[in-house]
């Protein structure tokens, strides 16, 4: 490719993406073959326009007609603005970083919910359908993104809330990255919501990040999501001026203006 841009397909039909310092992620947006879903590796680093330009071309000449991206910092989000991608979610950022908050979620107990680990193919299939209840069509994980997510960062945990009657109620991934922790993904089916199931999931996933000593906490969710907003408020989290940006585009022929 013209910039010196290096790609290749792995076995799980995942294309990644590189310019020589930031590489991207990309896999078919859930329930969509035509919609390129292109995620980077790491959301705060930006590639050069140029890079977001080819990536652009090639996933057009991959059969791609629109492609959306991850959600994007702000230096990010400017980038692949000049690359022709415009906005379509904005999303609050939100960060724990309070060093006497974080020392204490070492000693929460184990939350009130049975908690489960993930592991087989089964399971996330189990995930993503508390995924599909949990958000919009158009904004849901399938098993294939749940392990996308999980790949997010070089160390993670994923656990599944299960009811006193052995039912599925809510799934969580945290993940950490040096000293920084993340809240990957929470998702609690509708008709167990209100009943303590996100908090205890996000206890379980606080308290694993708290005893490998990061240093700050970060979680992103929809604007409007006044229940996910006031659940990590509760538990020390507050929000940044920074807002990230899911941003897309129909890849235009090359000498179209």
Do not use: K
Request: hydrophobic share 40%; with cysteine.
């Amino acid at each position: 490719m013209s910039t010196g841009l290096r790609h290749r397909r792995t076995r799980r039909r995942v294309q990644i993406l590189h310019d020589g310092l930031v590489t991207a992620r990309v896999r078919s947006w859930p329930g969509h073959t035509d919609i390129a879903h292109l995620v980077l590796a790491d959301h705060t680093q930006s590639p050069t326009v140029g890079a977001v330009r080819s990536w652009t071309e090639f996933l057009r000449l991959s059969g791609y007609g629109l492609i959306r991206t991850g959600a994007l910092s702000f230096d990010a989000s400017a980038t692949f603005e000049r690359a022709g991608f415009h906005t379509i979610q904005h999303l609050a950022l939100l960060r724990l970083d309070d060093p006497i908050v974080i020392r204490q979620l070492r000693r929460l107990r184990r939350p009130h919910v049975a908690i489960r680990a993930l592991r087989s193919e089964r399971s996330l299939l189990t995930a993503a359908n508390l995924d599909a209840s949990a958000f919009d069509r158009d904004w849901n994980l399938d098993s294939a993104g749940i392990r996308d997510a999980c790949r997010a960062t070089p160390s993670h945990r994923i656990r599944l809330a299960v009811t006193p009657a052995d039912e599925p109620a809510g799934y969580m991934i945290a993940g950490r990255s040096g000293t920084s922790g993340f809240i990957q993904r929470l998702a609690v089916a509708p008709h167990h919501q209100g009943q303590g199931i996100g908090s205890a999931l996000l206890q379980d996933g606080l308290r694993w990040l708290a005893h490998h000593r990061v240093h700050d906490i970060l979680v992103n969710t929809h604007l409007d999501n006044e229940r996910a907003l006031h659940l990590y408020e509760n538990w020390g989290f507050h929000r940044l001026d920074e807002e990230l940006r899911v941003m897309e585009i129909v890849p235009p022929i090359r000498g179209e203006s």
